[in-house]
C-alpha cells in the first residue's frame, strides 16, 4: 500500500503539479525534493520554499542530482511523482522504491523523448503536442504510459502559452489517474520503441538567429524561445539584441538576409533568406525592451556572429 509520497521537480510546470496533488489527496506529496536553480530565469525555487512552509513540509534543496539517492534511502518513500527534472534518474534509485516513480513528460511519447520537447515542437512546427503520464525506466523517457493528453499548436502559440497548456494537461492527467496510481490500478502501456524521437538539450547561445533561413523558420524559431525562455538573439556590429516576437510579412519580400528594409508602423521589416519578417519587441542585451520600429533603423544589417 502506498503511503508515503516523494516529489521531485522543479520551475513553473513542477509547481503546478505539486499543488495539485495536494488538492486531489490532501495531505499529499509528504516530502519535496527541488533544484537550487537561482540563476535560471525559469527558476520557481522561492515559490517552493514558500509552498513547503506554508503546508509545513519538509523540503530538500539540491545542487546536482547527485544527492538524489541519499535523500530516498533516508525518506523511504513507497513512490515518487517527478515533474521538471532533468536526470535520467540510476536504475540503482529506481530499484528503491516500492512502487517505483512516476513522471510527466511534454510530448506524446514515444515521440520527442529527451530535454526542450515544447521547444523543438515549435522549432518543427509541429501542429499538435501533448503531455505524457508514465512510469520512469532507466532509459530516456521510455517507460510505460499510464495516460496522454494532446493540444494543438496554433500559429499564434508561443512557448509561453505552450507551457500553460502543458500545465492544463497535467492537471488533468493527475485528476484523472492519481487515486489510481496510490491504489496500484494504474495502467501501464509499453512504448512502441520504433517510432520513438530523440530532442537534444538547448543552451542559451543556441539561440543564434540564422537570417538566411526562412521567413517561417525563424518565426518558429523566436517563438520557440520566447519569455520565459533566454530568447533568440542577433548582432548589430559586436551588440547583442534578443528579438521577442515577430509576425511573417504578408507579402513576398526580396533583399539581403538580415537586412532592415523597412521601418513600419507594425514594427521593423527585415530581409530573411525567404521572405521577410516583422519585428516586434527588441531588447539589447542589458537594457530595456522597446518596440523595434523606435530604436531600429532602416538599413541596418543583423550578424549572425559576433564582430570581433
Not at 499564434?156 to 490500478?185: A, F, R, V
Request: proline letters at 5%; a neutral charge.
Amino acid at each position: 500500500m502506498i503511503e508515503k509520497v516523494l516529489f521531485i521537480g522543479s520551475k513553473s510546470l513542477g509547481l503546478s503539479c505539486l499543488r495539485l496533488l495536494d488538492n486531489i489527496k490532501p495531505g499529499s506529496p509528504d516530502v519535496i525534493v527541488t533544484l537550487k536553480d537561482i540563476n535560471d530565469s525559469r527558476s520557481k525555487l522561492e515559490e517552493f520554499k514558500s509552498y513547503a512552509e506554508k503546508k509545513n513540509k519538509v523540503l530538500y534543496v539540491l545542487d546536482k542530482h547527485t544527492g538524489l539517492k541519499k535523500i530516498i534511502e533516508e525518506e523511504k518513500p513507497d513512490l515518487c511523482i517527478v515533474v521538471g527534472w532533468y536526470w535520467i534518474i540510476r536504475k540503482e534509485i529506481l530499484s528503491i522504491v516500492p512502487y517505483g516513480f512516476v513522471g510527466m513528460h511534454a510530448s506524446i511519447l514515444p515521440k520527442y523523448r529527451g530535454f526542450a520537447p515544447l521547444v523543438w515542437a515549435l522549432i518543427n512546427d509541429e501542429l499538435k503536442s501533448g503531455v505524457t503520464l508514465f512510469y520512469l525506466d532507466d532509459g530516456i523517457d521510455t517507460g510505460d504510459i499510464i495516460a496522454c493528453e494532446e493540444f494543438s499548436i496554433d500559429s499564434k502559440d508561443t512557448i509561453m502559452t505552450l507551457i500553460g497548456k502543458s500545465e492544463k494537461c497535467c492537471e488533468k492527467l493527475l485528476k484523472n489517474n492519481y487515486q489510481d496510481i496510490l491504489n496500484g490500478k494504474s495502467k501501464r502501456i509499453p512504448q512502441n520503441h520504433a517510432e520513438a524521437s530523440y530532442c537534444s538539450e538547448r543552451k542559451p547561445a543556441d539561440g543564434l538567429i540564422d537570417w538566411k533561413a526562412s521567413d517561417k523558420k525563424i518565426y518558429n524559431f523566436i517563438r520557440a524561445q520566447s519569455e520565459p525562455y533566454p530568447g533568440a538573439y542577433t548582432y548589430i556590429n559586436s551588440k547583442k539584441i534578443y528579438i521577442w516576437n515577430t509576425e511573417i510579412f504578408p507579402y513576398p519580400y526580396y533583399g539581403v538576409p538580415g537586412t532592415i528594409s523597412q521601418i513600419t508602423d507594425e514594427g521593423a521589416v527585415v530581409a530573411c533568406g525567404e521572405g521577410a519578417l516583422v519585428l516586434g519587441n527588441v531588447q539589447f542585451e542589458n537594457e530595456k525592451k522597446y518596440p523595434s520600429q523606435k530604436i531600429l533603423h532602416f538599413g541596418t544589417r543583423f550578424q549572425s556572429f559576433q564582430s570581433t
